[in-house]
């Protein structure tokens, strides 16, 4: 009995000892840039803002008529109200990206962006996007 837990113990300490599996694949390198990826989409987004009456002026500062030229619909009123039925719009860019570790990461940007799909970037800190 001695002697069979002698051997195991010399054949487990031997394992302990050997050198690793040198077959198995060397770990990846992490990431040098956590914020780097690619560009996946660029898209407009077109919002119609509504209109505060809150704000609006409700006096009248004047009598306004309103010809449009090529013919439509003359219209004739105050001046606060005349024109103030057309849609406010705003307009922003979304870009998709996705990170080089697999995360996906969207920034909105006010302008239009100089991206297209397909650009290596760079997500800086406080929002933009620079190419790598």
Sequence with gaps: MRALLATALLVSAAAIAAPPD?????PEPA???????????VRMITKELRADPAKSDSRPSGLVASVPLGGGKV????????????????????????????????????????????????VEANGGISPR
């Design 22 to 26: 040198t077959k198995l694949p060397p």
């Design 31 to 41: 990431s040098a840039c956590a914020d780097c990826g690619v560009v996946r989409s």
């Design 75 to 122: 219209e004739a009123g105050s001046s606060s109200k005349i024109g103030k039925d057309a849609p406010t719009t705003s307009e922003r860019w979304e870009i998709v990206i996705r990170l080089d570790d697999g995360r996906f990461r969207v920034v909105n940007a006010t302008e239009q962006p100089e991206v297209q799909v397909g650009d290596q970037v760079r």
